[in-house]
T-cell receptor
Framework: DAKTTQPNSMESNEEEPVHLPCNHSTISGTDYIHWYRQLPSQGPEYVIHGLTSNVNNRMASLAIAEDRKSSTLILHRATLRDAAVYYCILYRQTGANNLFFGTGTRLTVIP | DTAVSQTPKYLVTQMGNDKSIKCEQNLGHDTMYWYKQDSKKFLKIMFSYNNKELIINETVPNRFSPKSPDKAHLNLHINSLELGDSAVYFC???????????????FGSGTQLSVL
């Protein structure tokens, strides 16, 4: 499985933007970059995904470096409900589901 | 309405017992999955089914047997439970065939299995 590296934890003040980084230097051309988050005692929740171009949806934005070796998940205004573990995952088009969730980044939102 | 629901939420049982976890999705998706989250919080796929057919069977002991009576249900039966089976098990579903790379997964809230 292609590896990703994320900080173990980050803090943000409520209503401020949050930038969650992810390094994936071994990414291949067929790897999609997915982000999921997991709230306490919940299953993972899809956030966003992309291949090469930056992506926006109602939850977040995904900024992908030109060489695709890193990406950043952007929460535009953090709320207390955004406190969760955020997973950056490379998902390869191999004909099999190989989503592997590593340890992720635990985001703490400070009121 | 809960999109992916699994029962029970908690399951405490003795070693050697047989137990089942049920999963249902009302999203109309074609693909369902079972994932296991271990004590280190790593989440790994166990099985996936597409339209009731087994697609992925990762290296899982054959004591674990998934059953899909229809595409909206994927149950997990575990025989002869062992201490190491203690974990949180998540059911998930997606619209697309697994392995395209861009499918979105919708997860249930998990079943915490404790084997004593």
């Amino acid at each position: 499985d292609a590896k990703t590296t994320q900080p173990n934890s980050m803090e943000s003040n409520e209503e401020e933007p949050v930038h969650l980084p992810c390094n994936h230097s071994t990414i291949s051309g067929t790897d999609y970059i997915h982000w999921y988050r997991q709230l306490p005692s919940q299953g993972p929740e899809y956030v966003i995904h992309g291949l090469t171009s930056n992506v926006n949806n109602r939850m977040a934005s995904l900024a992908i470096a030109e060489d695709r070796k890193s990406s950043t998940l952007i929460l535009h205004r953090a709320t207390l409900r955004d406190a969760a573990v955020y997973y950056c995952i490379l998902y390869r088009q191999t004909g099999a589901n190989n989503l592997f969730f590593g340890t992720g980044t635990r985001l703490t939102v400070i009121p | 309405d809960t999109a992916v629901s699994q029962t029970p939420k908690y399951l405490v049982t003795q070693m050697g017992n047989d137990k089942s976890i049920k999963c249902e999705q009302n999203l109309g998706h074609d693909t369902m999955y079972w994932y296991k989250q271990d004590s280190k919080k790593f989440l790994k796929i166990m099985f996936s089914y597409n339209n009731k057919e087994l697609i992925i069977n990762e290296t899982v002991p054959n004591r674990f047997s998934p059953k899909s009576p229809d595409k909206a249900h994927l149950n997990l039966h575990i025989n002869s439970l062992e201490l190491g089976d203690s974990a949180v098990y998540f059911c998930a579903s997606s619209q697309d065939y697994p392995g395209l790379g861009n499918e979105k997964l919708f997860f249930g809230s998990g079943t915490q299995l404790s084997v004593l």
